[in-house]
């Protein structure tokens, strides 16, 4: 059984520290978590007017037991580059990468907060393969797009916090980090999945026990954003985003100003969202967060005018190490990880 735990700053893995002993290029590796953004692991649309837009190509219809399948596939090959987490989210991401509107439902919660058991079965099994190669999943539960399925109701969204901590306790899987939301701060319309109610979402699932164990929580906030006092005080890991941050100087930034805030004590930072490459550069975003002392993750999209072999949010997902981009991402990763 996996096990993930905190300790100050950095990360452990079954006790020890992860990648225990590891430096690179000066840099202190041990206690970091490498990951990489695969929201769309348990991907499905129960909208049945947009569902067809996710077809695969040789089939021409769209399985989400066979996207789950696929993903569970390519674990082990993020594993031997160096990859310890990967963020998945239950009401996963946009499938272009970014969108305004976004009418297909992918939602692991109906309106009243309840479990869709398809969804969770997909998880299971994402959660059972991640404890087999030693690998922790950060859960998030909300995405600002999907928000509309609790058509406004703020008890709703507590309920699906309630339901979907217990649910991860009772898996007995200890693997896991819980994300509340994903980018409190962009686009969510109800004040609990805002930064000024967000915390109390923390406090929440926090006081979730089983056995006498709870799950550790934290929530992300968008691109070159830092956290609120309100929620550095109650999470257990700080989790930022470098979406559109063009300077790596900016990411370094970033993490000394959490460390500034009031209330910070010592915690894990992560960025478990970042759409900057440069991999093949001295200095890029990812060199930068672990200058710092921070947790970097890759966000890849399909952009315009490319094909299947590109982006693991853009449904359908080639989950391999496909592209030119993605090998850049796993190169640097490995060759951080010393693996």
């Known amino acids: 059984m996996t096990r993930v735990t905190i300790q100050g700053d950095g990360f452990l893995i079954d006790g020890k520290p ?23 692991g348990t991907f499905d649309d129960v909208n049945p007017d947009t569902v067809h837009q996710w077809a695969y190509a040789d089939t021409g219809t769209w399985d989400p037991d066979r996207n789950t399948s696929e993903f569970i596939a390519a674990m082990p090959e993020w594993r031997a580059h160096g ?6 989210n239950l009401q ?5 990468g970014y969108s305004k509107e976004q009418p297909w439902v992918n939602s692991a919660f109906e309106a009243d907060g309840t479990l869709r058991p398809a969804f969770m079965e997909r998880l299971r099994r994402i959660l059972k393969a991640a404890d087999e190669l030693g690998m922790v999943v950060i859960v998030g539960l909300f995405y600002f797009g999907q928000e509309k399925v609790f058509e406004g109701d703020e008890d709703a969204v507590r309920r699906a916090v309630d339901n979907g901590t217990r649910w991860l306790l009772e898996s007995g899987f200890e693997n896991l980090l819980l994300e509340i939301n ?12 805002m930064p000024e109610g967000v915390h109390e979402l923390i406090e929440r699932a926090k006081g979730i026990e089983k056995d006498g164990r709870r799950l550790l929580v934290g929530t992300s906030y968008g691109g070159g954003r830092v956290p609120d006092p309100s929620v550095v005080k109650v999470s257990d890991f700080m989790l930022l985003h470098g979406n559109g941050v063009e300077d790596p100087d900016r990411i370094r930034e970033m993490v000394r100003q959490t460390r500034a805030l009031e209330g910070y004590t010592p915690k894990p930072i992560l960025f478990n969202e970042d759409d900057h490459f440069d991999f093949d550069k001295p200095d890029n975003n990812f060199v930068a967060a672990v200058s710092e002392y921070a947790s970097w993750g890759y966000f890849d ?10 982006g693991y949010q853009s449904v359908p997902v080639n989950w391999g190490i496909s592209s030119a981009r993605k090998r850049g991402f796993f190169g640097l990763a490995k060759d951080m990880a010393g693996d």
């Open 18 to 40: 992860t990648y225990e002993g590891r430096s690179w290029n000066g840099h202190k590796i041990e206690g970091l978590l490498l990951n990489t953004r695969m929201v769309q």
């Open 301 to 310: 999209f399909r952009m315009e005018g490319e094909g299947y072999d590109d």
């Open 83 to 88: 990859m310890l987490a990967i963020t998945v």
């Open 92 to 96: 996963g991401g946009s499938p272009y």
């Open 182 to 193: 994903n980018e409190c701060n962009v686009r969510y319309e109800l004040p609990v999945l």
